[in-house]
């Protein structure tokens, strides 16, 4: 059991040099660079606050578990312990749990299924089990989380087949688009060592790292929007950037223009 949180215990070994700019610390700056999930996660809680107010609390959870994600990324790459790749992944796969359970449209649930709450359920026993059987091959973890956020981005797709707004359009070719950058820089680190190695730029999982979070911030206020123009439109829920609306890029978030109904409390 002890084995599992021995350094370099974990099969997977990133491109960085090991021990390169610490000694306590075995790949430096694919450790430090999940600082990012610290500084984005909070302001994104506090931006999705109304939207999450209105629609349901729960919404906090899929920032307050790439919170979690971090912190266990951080653990597996300063050690690069097997029990620091399960945390990590395992983290991951509830944070994609969170965010079908929330957001995956009605009118896609299966026949046998009535309402979200039973949708909920389904997952939630989807995903134990795939927990479970994830500790029996862990090194193919990452790359079946990878193909249920290819799932997530054609679902997203479909779904913007019939929108219209302008700035949903933009926010979704802006999603796609750092995703690709994002999942560009995991398989090249992952199978273009060699070549990252000879020009001394081993650096591309750490830039992973920052593109996911930012990606992510997308991708979640797009569902958002989605989500809360078919089950709370009398919201009328607007698209706009942080810090400044008319910047190219930024934190996106919703404002709802509409009357709110939530009730207060005492």
Not at 41 to 51: A, D, E, I
Not at 88 to 117: C, M, N, T
Not at 155 to 176: D, H, K, Y
Not at 233 to 262: A, M, N, R
């Amino acid at each position: 059991m002890a084995g599992i949180f021995a350094y370099e215990s974990s099969e997977v070994d990133w491109c960085e040099d090991n021990y390169r700019h610490s000694e306590t610390v075995v790949e430096y700056f694919n450790t430090v660079s999940n600082g990012v999930f610290f500084v984005v996660s909070p302001v994104m809680l506090y931006l999705l606050h109304p939207y999450a107010r209105e629609r349901n609390l729960a919404v906090h959870l899929v920032w307050i578990m790439m919170i979690f994600v971090g912190l266990f990324s951080m653990y597996f790459h300063m050690t690069l312990s097997l029990m620091g790749q399960l945390l990590d992944e395992l983290s991951i796969l509830w944070l994609l749990a969170i965010g079908y359970s929330l957001w995956f449209p009605r009118r896609h649930f299966p026949f046998f299924v009535k309402d979200r709450s039973s949708f909920s359920r389904m997952v939630l026993v989807i995903t134990v089990i795939t927990t479970l059987s994830s500790l029996i091959k862990p090194v193919a973890n990452a790359y079946a989380l990878n193909c249920f956020a290819i799932h997530i981005i054609y679902s997203l797709g479909v779904e913007m087949g019939s929108c219209t707004n302008p700035r949903a359009m933009r926010l979704a070719f802006q999603t796609i688009g750092l995703w690709v950058l994002a999942i560009s820089c995991w398989i090249s680190d992952r199978f273009g060592c060699s070549f990252w190695q000879k020009i001394n730029f081993c650096y591309l999982h750490a830039i992973w790292h920052v593109l996911i979070v930012i990606a992510t911030a997308y991708g979640s206020t797009l569902l958002s929007y989605l989500d809360a123009n078919y089950e709370i439109p009398y919201s009328q829920p607007v698209l706009e950037y942080w810090p400044c609306d008319s910047w190219t890029f930024g934190l996106p978030y919703l404002v709802l223009k509409g009357p709110i109904k939530t009730k207060k409390g005492c």
